[in-house]
């Protein structure tokens, strides 16, 4: 990386020289002028990353120097250095956009900070634009996005097994994004003229989830005035997606297995087998090999739906995508609000960095449209996060390496703090989540965390 371009401007040579001295010894490039008109003769030419200027100078003063930059060039931050400090002076180079004011005599360590500081708002600056450029080439279609190296090789898989036309298993935490993926591999197959169709296995009881299924024949039950078509007929020619299959009955596992292996289907009530052609895809953020072991899930129907697994990694894991996605849900949810918020402040990005996302891409999701929708200018700040973001946190390093949480024990944890921080709301809290009341109740039952709400 090649070092970053300084200019700094002073018309008293010794202040001048032995500020040049000290920069260069901290490696960075550095331009001194003596004179406003030179100083703004090298803005108008060249590019820098950072100004320092004097404040007093004849001819072209700091203040002048300064609003000539941020319109030249509005990456790079301005410094002003000046032996006749006052508050007006401070305030009026704030207003005007300076990064920070220093008065002489200052002290070498300061000046070091000060400017490592506005270097890493400008590398900031430069990362956000390359970050908004590449959303651009995601409008449109199906993404999953990403430059993470992982996950680039994970979408490189779907996309080779993607016309195969075989069934996958899709697993992974809460939030990573399976449905996603899901919509990714019919995007990328050769079913795509067919629907994609979606179906949460937890939020049905059996009677009402076979009845989404596989549909009724007139007459099958009281209130069946006429034939349905289930899920699965309606996916003919094209994918049927089972979300959250780990919450299927033992008996609804024998129903589906069946239409999976003979390819044929039963409604309710009828006696007619039928014919149908589609592709499976399921999804569940449980272990479903541990699902099998204890007899919860069919070893059958697992290997059926597990020809290939698809992992998705954590948004902790992939951290490089933390940016790439804030500025994605940014356009999103600005132009779904028609708000001119178009930019993310240093400080809050750096705390959406630094944040481990239990919730993986929803709850990051969930962050920017909050922001957003409290935005009162074109910029997401600190202010406008919540203050939750800096204590909700599951990180591994706090467990030892023998210790490591299980996903269940991860997924319990959570749901705990959630259901903590909302005071018991239910349905406060599947929101938050990003699931139904049902498929929320189902979690605390199995993790026994039952507050009698």
């Known amino acids: 990386m090649p070092p970053a371009r300084l200019l700094i401007v002073d018309d008293e040579a010794a202040a001048l020289k032995n500020l040049t001295h000290l920069l260069r010894k901290e490696g960075y490039e550095v331009t001194a002028r003596q004179s406003g008109p030179a100083g703004l003769k090298e803005v108008e030419g060249r590019e820098f990353d950072l100004i320092l200027t004097d404040l007093r100078m004849k001819g072209v003063d700091g203040l002048a120097l300064l609003r000539r930059a941020r ?52 590398l900031l600056k430069r990362e956000n634009r390359t970050l908004k450029r590449r959303i ?14 992982a996950m680039q090789r994970l979408l490189d898989t779907a996309r080779q097994v993607g016309p195969t036309d075989c069934n996958v298993l899709i697993t992974g935490e809460s939030g ?14 050769g079913r795509t003229g067919g629907r994609f ?21 007139k007459g099958a039950f009281t209130g069946a005035d006429r034939r349905k078509q289930g899920l699965i007929e309606l996916a003919e020619g094209g ?19 069946r239409v999976i292996q003979e390819r044929e289907l039963l409604r309710v009530g009828g006696t007619e087998p039928l014919a149908v052609d ?22 059958d129907l697992y290997f059926r739906l597990n020809v290939v697994n698809l992992v998705l990694p954590p948004l902790r894991a992939r951290r490089d995508d933390i940016p790439l996605l804030a500025f994605y849900f940014l356009k999103k949810f600005a132009l779904a609000m028609g708000k001119p918020v178009a930019d993310i402040a240093p400080e809050a990005l750096r705390l959406l960095n630094r944040y481990d996302y239990p919730g993986n891409v929803r709850e990051l999701a969930n962050l920017i449209e909050r922001g957003v929708a409290l935005s009162r200018s074109g910029l997401l700040e600190a202010a406008h996060l919540p203050e939750s973001l800096k204590s909700l946190s599951v990180r591994i390093a706090a467990f ?19 259901l903590e921080y909302t005071g018991g709301n239910r349905n406060q809290t599947a929101e938050i989540l990003g699931i139904d009341r049902v498929s929320l109740w189902r979690r605390i039952k199995r993790y026994g965390l039952d507050t009698g709400g």
């Open 71 to 122: 319109v030249l060039q509005p990456e790079c931050e301005v410094i002003v250095i000046t032996g006749h400090a006052t508050l007006d002076s401070a305030v009026e180079a704030m207003k005007e956009g300076a990064f920070h004011y220093i008065a002489k005599p200052y002290r070498l360590d300061e000046v070091r900070q000060v400017v490592r500081g506005a270097l890493d708002v400008v």
């Open 136 to 149: 651009e080439g995601y409008e449109g279609g199906v993404n999953l996005i990403s430059q993470d190296l």
């Open 176 to 189: 990573t994004g399976k449905e996603l993926m899901a919509r990714y591999l019919h995007a990328h197959s």
């Open 197 to 217: 169709v979606a179906v949460n296995c937890g939020a049905l009881q059996e009677e009402l989830l076979a009845n989404e299924l596989f549909g009724h024949e």
């Open 239 to 257: 994918t049927l997606f089972l979300d959250e299959i780990a919450e299927m009955t033992p008996a609804m596992q024998v129903k589906l297995l």
């Open 278 to 299: 589609l592709r499976f895809l399921a999804a569940t953020n449980r272990d479903l090999q541990e699902g099998v072991a204890s007899g919860r899930f069919r070893a």
């Open 400 to 418: 030892p390496e023998s210790e490591l949480p299980t996903l269940e024990r991860n997924e319990a944890a959570y749901i705990a703090q959630v």
